[in-house]
């Protein structure tokens, strides 16, 4: 009897992975100039594995925020010391630079710069994730890197066990995003340091989980917890952080105004919005609402005819809460309004 639901359970899983569509390389989200804000919090909560999960960040309190974008890489003036790295973050509008190396089957870190502070190189880069991303796939991965911070140089070296032990919808502060998948493993890390003249090894003994979902640049959350520890003087201290992004500003290429005094409310909303214009034509007015890989989650035609004032209220209260594009089109150009979507 156990051995027929053993097999049972197998062919569940196997159809269970067979329904959730991997994420490859593709998937992510490289457009350069994509603008977004990166929030630091202090928590070790990482979320658990398995399938169907629900990931609940709602409560994570941010005690730093960065502006960030999407950088074309050629252009930073630092990419000697990356020659491997294709894609690019800037910070805090450009006095820094995360390189990374987005390709078929991985998502690797290759450092960071910033001029006249921490510049980080890794001569063998680190991998966040494989892809596809797919439930049950696990990698191995070594890293080495060098670093000079304000002249102090040293360098670092480790190992990253990871596995893709989860699905399923994450919850940040700023709404849910669905078919996402957790990446979690144990990283090592040792560097040879001179304390007071003394030679000693410092270790770093950790938890690394990443949260990929399609249609974002990177990683929309990682959390790190471990214990950095140097025997040597008896010295151990626990670290946490997570780091998740969010803030998007949506790109609209070739954007014209087709009415006046476009106005979006209350906005963010719980999903009933009131949008009020001037048609300066007497063309149709259709309305169109995306996610931020670009879908039509809502769509109208003809809300605004001829010309005058125009108010108009559409529901969005099924959606998932988060960050969303309304946009207006006359039939030839369109015109656009960020809006969010709350609980």
């Not at 409560?59 to 925020?65: D, F, K, M, Y």
């Not at 990929?212 to 010295?235: C, E, K, M, S």
């Not at 769509?299 to 959606?319: Q, T």
Request: hydrophobic share 35%; glycine share 10%; proline share 3%.
């Amino acid at each position: 009897m156990r051995n027929y639901f053993l097999l049972l359970c197998g062919v569940l899983i196997q159809l269970y992975a067979a329904a959730q569509a991997p994420l490859n390389s593709s998937d992510l989200n490289s457009t350069i100039g994509t603008q977004f804000k990166e929030y630091t919090a202090n928590s070790n909560f990482a979320g658990s594995s398995g399938t169907n999960q629900t990931w609940d960040f709602t409560s994570l309190q941010p005690e730093a925020e960065i502006n960030a974008s999407t950088f074309e890489y050629g252009n930073t003036g630092s990419e000697s010391s990356y020659p491997n790295a294709n894609a690019v973050i800037s910070i805090d509008f450009d006095s820094s630079f995360e390189f990374y190396r987005i390709e078929e089957d991985a998502f690797s870190y290759h450092g960071s710069f910033e001029e006249g502070g921490l510049q980080l190189s890794y001569s063998d880069p680190t991998r966040y994730c494989i892809f596809p991303l797919e439930l049950g796939s696990d990698f191995q991965d070594t890293f080495t890197f060098n670093y000079n911070l304000e002249g102090q140089e040293g360098e670092a070296s480790g190992g990253y066990n990871a596995e893709v032990d989860g699905h399923g919808t994450l919850q940040l502060p700023w709404g849910d995003l669905a078919d996402t998948y957790r990446v979690h493993g144990v990283i090592s890390q040792t560097e040879d340091l001179e304390i007071n003249g003394m030679e000693v090894t410092a270790t770093y003994e950790g938890l690394f989980t990443s949260f990929f979902t399609a249609g974002y640049p990177a990683p929309v959350l990682q959390v790190r917890a471990g214990t950095l520890t140097i025997d040597a003087i008896g010295f151990s201290q626990s670290q946490q952080t997570t780091n998740f992004l969010g803030d998007f500003e949506f790109l609209s290429v070739g954007e014209v105004d087709i009415v006046k005094d476009l106005k979006v409310f209350p906005n963010p909303s719980n999903g009933l919005f009131t949008l009020t214009f001037e048609n300066k034509s007497n063309r149709d007015i259709s309305l169109e609402v995306m996610d931020i890989q670009g879908r039509v989650v809502h769509a109208e035609a003809a809300i605004g005819s001829g010309f005058g004032s125009v108010r108009h209220e559409f529901n969005l209260s099924d959606l998932n809460p988060g960050f969303y594009l309304m946009r207006l089109s006359d039939g030839e150009h369109f015109q656009s309004r960020k809006i969010q979507v709350v609980r």
